[in-house]
């Protein structure tokens, strides 16, 4: 035996009508606005993320001062005793940071400062 709904759709109504469309609109819109918001907001998680970097090396490079009472040649001469791993910019995983022997800080290869 069929629903009542579905004997009523199949024969009272040849379309959609205005209430349905302008339903479906709104929630397209709204799932668009998301999806804007959110590829708005991956670079400056980005730009963050790279600024946070470059704070935890250049800690790492006064730790290894403390300790070793000279800068480093490298960010390499950091790994493991200073940190675990060397980071990768989130914006460029193919550029690496780099030290600055002149400034005695790390640098990002993408041009990324914290302030």
């Not at 480093?72 to 990768?88: F, V």
Request: hydrophobic content about 35%; charged content about 25%.
């Amino acid at each position: 035996m069929k629903n009542k709904w579905h004997i009523r759709l199949l024969v009272g109504e040849n379309g959609v009508s205005l209430l349905e469309l302008m339903i479906v609109v709104l929630i397209i819109s709204i799932l668009v606005g998301m999806a804007i918001f959110t590829f708005r907001n991956t670079a400056t998680v980005e730009l963050r993320t790279c600024q946070a970097n470059l704070r935890i090396l250049d800690g790492a490079i006064v730790q290894y001062y403390l300790y070793e009472k000279d800068y480093p040649d490298s960010i390499d001469k950091l790994i493991p005793k200073y940190i675990k791993t060397r980071p990768k910019c989130p914006t460029d995983k193919t550029k690496n940071y780099e030290y600055d022997s002149e400034n005695h800080n790390a640098t990002c290869l993408n041009g990324h400062t914290y302030p």
